[in-house]
């Protein structure tokens, strides 16, 4: 046989694939899960996290939620054993952490902690594929964290970063029946999308079926997933459960809040209340120094400090209230507007202590001192008793 047919033999060629080919009798193959929507069986996934933010602490807390088959932040989990590998936090802490979790040897599922690689990723992954083969229960392998596995020079190097990368979830794919999941830093500077501030290569985002990361906003730890496969997490609080344990704050527990969007509209709509609330109160303490209640508005909008706008709308609420009468004609040099505080629809004064006191005005929400009218006495009792 010559070379030239020998080359024409062992060319590359496609191999063509119908769609529905994974499909069985009865339709689309259920999606195996290790976290319901979020950690594919035979999947690879990344945390991400700048240090200190909860990162390892999750993780273990996943650990802990697969080995019981309990639900992992509101989704339901494969129970199942858990290497995790923790090259970073003595193992005191590790074991004080899963101890406060609530993990029981006697009940819950094997983890099976490791502390050290090898010194090349080739070696790793070869050990970390034995062990998987000899433990065949384990579902969830955590990788914390995952430059100490990659041993790549330059985690900006694409091509290094991705070889690596691919490495780990070709492992992954070679264990249908488990998730692995590495650890990840961010980078300093937050970015517009929580995702880009992963630190290293556009790799460690694009190869993981599902990428989990963890910032701080506005003084809140706020969560967000984005998958591949499977139901991705918008922005949401994340709320942690912190005991004391032999001497340090460790976590019980974590669970999902409200949605960053909705705590962040609802912070406004209070803080927007609150302004508002205020810029009635100046309004009303405004009309009370001024000759019977009355003043042209412009007056008025000019004693009190604001913006114009916000002042304009505190008006029209204390009319809608009944609190402020509105007179005259807009834009009018002869009958300009004009406001009248009611005094009848603010209960000035406090007889409980058997005479007239003047007392917080409360209605409507507003809360303010009432100052006496010009040439009113100070004692209005005397002219009750004349």
């Known amino acids: 046989m010559s070379i030239e047919n020998q ?17 069985t009798a009865d339709g689309p193959k259920k999606i195996p899960y290790c976290i ?18 909860g990162k390892s602490s999750l993780s273990r807390f996943e650990a802990v939620a697969v080995s019981k ?18 090259m970073e936090d003595p193992r005191t802490h590790v074991d004080n952490c899963l101890h406060a979790l609530g993990w029981n040897p006697d009940e819950d599922a094997a983890i099976h902690i490791v502390e050290q690689l090898a010194p090349s990723i080739n070696e790793s992954i070869e050990a970390i594929g034995e062990t998987l083969t000899r433990y065949s ?47 990840v830093h961010c980078k ?43 139901r991705s997490i918008a922005p949401t609080i994340l709320e942690a459960e912190l005991v004391e344990s032999a001497g340090a704050d460790v976590v019980k527990s974590f669970s ?15 803080r927007d209340k609150r302004e508002a609330m205020s ?7 405004a009309l009370q120094k001024c000759e019977n209640f009355t003043a042209r508005q412009e007056t008025v909008l000019n004693m009190v400090s604001g913006k114009r706008g916000r002042l304009v709308e505190g008006v029209r609420k204390l009319k809608e209230s009944g609190v402020v009468l509105v007179s005259g004609k807009p834009h009018s040099p002869a009958d300009p507007l004009k406001l009248t505080l009611k005094p009848e ?18 209605t409507g929400g507003y809360n303010v001192m009432p100052v006496m009218m010009q040439g009113q006495d100070s004692n209005p009792t005397k002219e009750a008793n004349a």
């Open 7 to 23: 080359t024409e033999k062992t060319k590359f060629q496609l191999k063509l694939i119908q769609p529905y080919s994974t499909f």
């Open 36 to 53: 319901n929507g979020l950690l594919t069986k035979g999947g690879f996934s990344v945390l991400a996290a700048k240090p200190k933010s």
């Open 69 to 86: 088959g309990l639900p992992f932040l509101g989704r339901d989990t494969s129970r199942g054993e858990v290497l995790l590998i923790t």
């Open 137 to 183: 229960d384990v579902r969830l392998v955590i990788v914390d964290t995952l430059a100490k596995l990659l041993r790549v020079n330059d985690l900006n190097d694409y091509s290094l970063t991705l070889s690596a990368v691919e490495k780990l979830h070709d492992l992954a794919r070679r264990f249908p029946r488990v998730h692995i999941q590495g650890l």
């Open 188 to 230: 300093k500077l937050q970015t517009d999308d929580p995702f880009d501030s992963l630190l290293g290569s556009t790799a460690l985002r694009g190869e993981p079926d599902s990428n989990i990361v963890i910032y701080k906003e506005r003084g809140k730890h706020v969560l967000v997933a984005e998958t591949r496969v499977g």
């Open 256 to 270: 999902l809040g409200e949605p960053y969007d909705a705590w962040t509209e609802a912070k406004a709509e209070k």
């Open 279 to 285: 810029y009635e109160d100046r309004i009303i303490e």
């Open 345 to 362: 629809a603010l209960p000035m004064y406090d007889m409980s202590n058997g005479r007239f006191e003047p007392r917080a005005i409360v």
